[in-house]
């Protein structure tokens, strides 16, 4: 404590900090006498002593300065002058004045501290262009400018453009190389330019697939030896040859590169190797494949190259190097940290922060890529070989399953049973008890898997027409994961099929919510529309999917079904026209345009129309009735007798197409042939008023003698059908009066005691052969109800037509629309909406193996 002081309260602890030497303060100038009198006298003008050196002359000499004649003062604050000579001695001038202040201000010039009086500076020298020396920089500049825009126009997709930069940045350095070798600096040739302009053109003109032009630019650098590294460019070369399906050519110069890269390049000489084993591939070389992919697999082993193993031993067969193959390719490390680096931990707040930064960065993304392509390859691996590797697919599936489950990929053993029922639905085997069962076993499961399985069960019962199991199961799905759009379309085709369509645009409208590129949520909605005749909201529907999948047939006939529906046959047939022009061979798309075309008079586009309608598809009733109709319209019978011979052979029933083909031979005048056409009619059908009336009247014609047999069996059967029709006339009068007691009694039993009635439910079914069952669905033929009316119009035109044939003259010939009606009408209605035919071809093919059959196949 001794060495320590304390402080006085009278002293000052920031005392002398102010102090300071008054000979310093310019600032009080202004109030000092003995400056202000030194300024205002001659005292300060005169002139100093100046110091007598050696080699000097002698006497007195003012030293100047830029701004006038230094003047010396004396201050009245005792300070020393400047640059004078006080005891006899010189004195260096020194640098230190008050700023601005000179002589010349005492001889009225004026205040110029920064010395803008002078005017403003001169311009800079500017560079003389014309030296060599900087018409080749220019030059050079330009050149790398070329190129820089080459390769920007590249990226931009803008691939022409980028081809002329590049060549105009060829011109440009090989005018450069002429002015240096002018200028005699050869020597100086910039090497990385020449090697950088002839680059990027090989790369243009491969990338406008010139390949001719691109190697020869390869070559060029390959060939000079000034070049480092110029050997790799044969990668280049070989990428070329394989794309112009040059494959020994294409090996020669990977070979090539091999050689000249050295081991330090591991990877690259591991890619140019696994370029080798696909060339081997598209060779059908499968042994030597297998020999740079093994190689690849000991040394650098990778996703790839596994499942290219895999598919060179599915190639050859070789069950057990393919077990071996898929066992390696699980094990390959990916070389991904573990996910739950990305989850949150509640204590640490700038590590929170940290982990929500990089949970969505490039780098992340660039992991889950890399994951989902593993898991893309060894979910198709587990499917190819999985039939291959055992006698029954079910039990390489179940070897597949337990080989993915010690793997590092144990979320995919799900997924893969899951693949293993749907290969039991790819067979066409929906009866299959282990599809169901596997389905099933996944209700326990986590909510993704779960939703998924019963998405698909949802499907599967749909197909089996089992409504209320895909409804159950549709319920299940949703309640699993209610952003499935899948359960959501199974869903809403539950409801559909109920005939609750409202309540199915609701379902296909929040499916298109969670996704909006799912494309049978849209199609379906406007299915769903047009069932309840909002046409426009269902054409526009169409038409946002028209944008989307732009060659679909199904939709541009929906498009077209719908302006006819809305009287706008002009459009209709413009839609049409594009059906062709994406299936050619589409027999209801042509038989449409035909009857657009016949319904706007045009009967020589119909006819074409029609005919080849019935080219494609010659079992087609409303085809070959309209074209037979056409030849008797024309008067050419004899051709229309094809048509109605192959109606009677698809409808062997009906006697209608039988009296036309004898009618046809009658108009055409071949009367014997008519007349055995007749009797072969009466044999088949001997009640039949009309074959009997023409054989009467022929029979009189050609004065038979079996006139009389057939006119006594035309009265007869005549007296058979009056009675017929006075029963059937008998019989409705004695209903109609039923009903009229029954009502009476009725009404007079109201106020009594009432009666409980047993009412049976009304069964109605329809008939579907297995022909129709197929092409046409019960979801996506929305037109039957829409297109009814269009259709029978179109069958009541046709029968008067029929009716009207026969000439006036011809009294004989002219049938009741009761007896003779040359319209057929189908049972179902006609089918107006063109069905998804791509559908069942779904089912068949392979490339649906990666969705959800729920999704994918949306049942119709």
């Not at 042994?287 to 190639?315: Q, R, V, W």
């Not at 589409?586 to 045009?602: I, M």
């Not at 049938?815 to 003779?820: A, G, I, N, Y």
């Amino acid at each position: 404590m001794e060495h320590v002081h304390l402080a006085v309260e009278e002293d000052d602890l920031y005392s002398g900090y102010n102090d300071y030497n008054p000979t310093f303060d310019s600032e009080e100038l202004e109030n000092d006498v003995g400056f202000q009198q030194a300024v205002r006298t001659s005292h300060g003008r005169r002139p100093p002593m100046t110091a007598k050196f050696p080699g000097t002359p002698i006497g007195p000499r003012s030293l100047a300065t830029s701004f006038g004649a230094r003047l010396h003062m004396a201050s009245s604050m005792g300070r020393p002058m400047t640059g004078a000579v006080q005891d006899g001695s010189a004195r260096p001038m020194t640098a230190v004045r008050a700023a601005g202040y000179t002589s010349a201000l005492s001889r009225g010039s004026a205040f110029d501290p920064l010395g803008q009086s002078r005017g403003p500076a001169p311009a800079l020298e500017a560079k003389n262009e014309d030296t060599p020396e900087e018409k080749i920089k220019i030059l050079e500049k330009k050149v790398n400018d070329l190129i820089e825009e080459s390769c920007m126009a590249q990226s931009m997709g803008a691939l022409q453009v980028a081809l002329e930069k590049a060549k105009e940045a060829g011109r440009k350095e090989r005018a450069l190389v002429r002015q240096r070798e002018q200028s005699g600096s050869a020597d100086h040739i910039n090497l990385d330019l020449t090697y950088s302009v002839l680059l990027n053109l090989a790369n243009q003109y491969t990338n406008n697939e010139m390949y001719p032009e691109a190697l020869n630019s390869y070559q060029i650098i390959v060939k000079n030896k000034m070049f480092s590294n110029a050997g790799r460019l044969k990668v280049n070369m070989a990428n070329i040859y394989f794309k112009q399906k040059n494959y020994p050519k294409a090996i020669k110069f990977y070979r090539m590169a091999l050689d000249q890269i050295t081991n330090a390049h591991k990877e690259m000489r591991i890619k140019i190797m696994q370029n080798i084993g696909v060339v081997f591939i598209c060779m059908g070389q499968y042994t030597d494949a297998i020999t740079s992919f093994e190689h690849i697999m000991s040394e650098s082993p990778n996703i790839k190259t596994g499942f290219n193993l895999i598919l060179c031993y599915y190639a050859i067969g070789d069950r057990e190097r393919m077990k071996k193959a898929f066992q390696k390719l699980i094990s390959v490390p990916l070389g991904i940290d573990d996910e739950d680096k990305y989850i949150p931990s509640n204590e640490d707040t700038s590590s929170n922060m940290v982990i929500e930064a990089i949970k969505n960065d490039k780098l992340h993304q660039m992991e889950r890529d890399l994951k989902t392509l593993a898991e893309k390859y060894i979910m198709t691996a587990a499917k190819l070989i999985a039939p291959a590797i055992e006698t029954l697919f079910a039990t390489g599936f179940d070897w597949c399953v337990d080989m993915v489950k010690s793997s590092q990929y144990v979320e995919l053993a799900n997924d893969l049973e899951i693949n293993k029922a749907i290969t039991y639905l790819r067979q066409k085997d929906f009866n299959q008890v282990e599809a169901v069962e596997t389905l099933k076993a996944f209700e326990k499961k986590d909510s993704r898997v779960k939703s998924a399985a019963a998405t698909n069960l949802s499907f599967l019962y749909f197909l089996e027409k089992d409504y209320d199991q895909a409804d159950r199961y549709a319920d299940l799905a949703m309640n699993a994961d209610r952003y499935n759009p899948a359960a959501l379309i199974n869903k809403g085709n539950t409801v559909f099929v109920k005939q609750e369509y409202e309540k199915a645009a609701e379902f296909y409208k929040e499916a298109l919510r969670n996704d909006s590129s799912c494309t049978e949520g849209l199609y379906n909605l406007g299915l769903t529309y047009k069932r309840l005749n909002r046409l426009e909201e269902a054409l526009d529907c169409f038409l946002k999917l028209h944008a989307i999948l732009r060659n679909s047939s199904q939709v541009m006939y929906q498009l077209a079904s719908l302006y006819e529906l809305l009287e706008n046959p002009e459009q209709a047939i413009e839609w049409l026209m594009q059906v062709i022009s994406v299936t050619p061979t589409d027999a209801q798309a042509l038989a449409k345009l035909g009857e657009l075309h016949d319904g706007e008079g045009d009967k020589s586009q119909a006819f074409q129309y029609y005919y080849e309608s019935f080219r494609y598809f010659p079992s087609n009733i409303d085809v070959i009735e309209w074209l037979g109709a056409y030849y008797i319209e024309t008067q050419f019978c004899e051709k229309a007798i094809q048509y109605f011979e192959r109606a009677t052979l698809i409808q062997p029933t009906q006697v209608k197409w039988q009296l036309m083909v004898a009618s046809c031979y009658r108009r055409s005048g071949n009367s014997q042939k008519a007349l055995e056409t007749y009797k072969e009619i009466h044999r088949k059908f001997p009640e039949n008023v009309e074959c009997l009336r023409f054989l009467v009247r022929l029979c009189t014609d050609m004065q038979l003698k079996e006139v009389q047999d057939y006119a006594t069996k035309l009265k007869k059967v005549e007296k058979m059908k009056e009675i017929r029709e006075q029963r059937i006339k008998s019989g409705r009068e004695g209903s109609a009066r039923s009903r009229r007691e029954g009502r009476e009694s009725s009404a007079g039993s109201a106020a009594g005691i009432s009666t409980p009635v047993l009412i049976s439910p009304k069964k109605s079914s329809v008939m579907v052969s297995q022909s129709e069952s197929k092409h046409f669905s019960p979801l996506l033929d929305s037109g039957r109800d829409s297109g009814r009316s269009s259709s029978s119009t179109k069958g009541e035109r046709l029968s008067a037509k029929m009716r009207s044939l026969p000439g006036s003259n011809e009294p004989y010939e002219a049938s009741s629309p009761k007896e003779l009606d040359a319209s057929y009408v189908d049972p179902l209605g006609p089918q107006m909406d063109r069905p998804k035919t791509g559908v069942k071809k779904r089912v068949e093919d392979d490339d649906f193996a990666d969705e959800e059959l729920g999704d994918d196949l949306l049942p119709e």
